[in-house]
């Protein structure tokens, strides 16, 4: 017998995510149209729209969760008491921003940066961001509060490292790569941080930390985020970077 561990919210959040993705994927596929040498902008926003739309899919079919049990034994002076904890980690999310996060952070620093400039900056940011999401998936998937939280600092200490690189070196860069390409990557740079600021205290906060939220409330505003983090930061890039295409085609008087 297959087990649904979805509620009617949690799916409905999950199916406004999967729709809300697709059409962003769409839509920025539309515009990113005639970029030139910005096309790449539009295919890696495109991405990361479709990538997240299939993991939305995913856990909205009650594919893409699993329930995470431990059992307990405890013995005391009257018997033993079997002590039980679960809870529902959403693995598909975890996939999903493995993948796509190191895409919107080659987005990012690709404003900033010219070709073949700053490689160690991305490679240090992606690596640094791929650690970050994979500690906070052991901490997920951990039940003991010890292992939980343990992981959970892991995880923000990388994200600190990527923070320090794109709000260091790379900023540095974007302020000599032109006025246009430093507004850009200011704007972009502020959309992103205070996003990702939002996932570690969600997850704190929700059914992978301390349960202080329900899980209705987790998925709902993490498909909220999600949208914002992707669709949203996709728009400004691709509009943005249309913006730039067309002063580089102005010529020089």
């Keep these: 017998m297959t087990t649904n561990l979805l509620t009617s919210s949690q799916e409905t959040w ?4 999967t729709i809300g993705m697709a059409l962003g994927a769409v839509t920025i596929g539309l515009i990113g149209r005639g970029l030139g040498a910005q096309s790449h902008h539009a295919v890696a926003s495109f991405f990361v729209c479709a990538i997240a739309a299939c993991a939305y899919l995913l856990m909205a079919r009650g594919q893409g969760d699993i329930l995470v049990t431990q059992t307990e034994v405890l013995l005391t002076p009257i018997g033993g008491i079997v002590k039980s904890t679960d809870k529902v980690v959403f693995v598909a999310r975890y996939v999903d921003w493995i993948v796509t996060t190191p895409l919107l952070l080659i987005g990012l620093i690709g404003v900033a940066i010219k070709q073949g400039a700053g490689r160690a900056l991305v490679g240090t940011a992606i690596g640094a961001d791929i650690l970050m999401i994979v500690t906070g998936l052991f901490g997920a998937l951990s039940v003991n509060e010890t292992n939980k939280y ?3 600092v892991v995880s923000c200490l990388f994200f600190l490292i990527v923070l320090g690189v794109v709000w260091g070196p790379v900023r540095a860069l974007a302020a000599e790569a032109g006025d246009a390409a430093s507004l850009l990557y200011g704007k972009l740079l502020i959309i992103l941080t205070t996003l990702w600021f939002i996932y570690p205290v969600l997850w704190l906060l929700g059914s992978e930390g301390t349960g202080t939220i ?4 987790e998925v709902a505003v993490f ?20 913006k730039l295409t067309d002063g580089e085609a102005v010529p020089a008087s």
């Design 223 to 242: 498909a909220v985020i999600d949208l914002l983090a992707k669709v949203g930061f996709g728009l400004v890039i691709v509009t943005g970077a249309k």
């Design 150 to 152: 343990t992981w959970f």
């Design 214 to 217: 329900s899980l209705n409330s």
């Design 14 to 17: 999950l199916w406004i995510g």
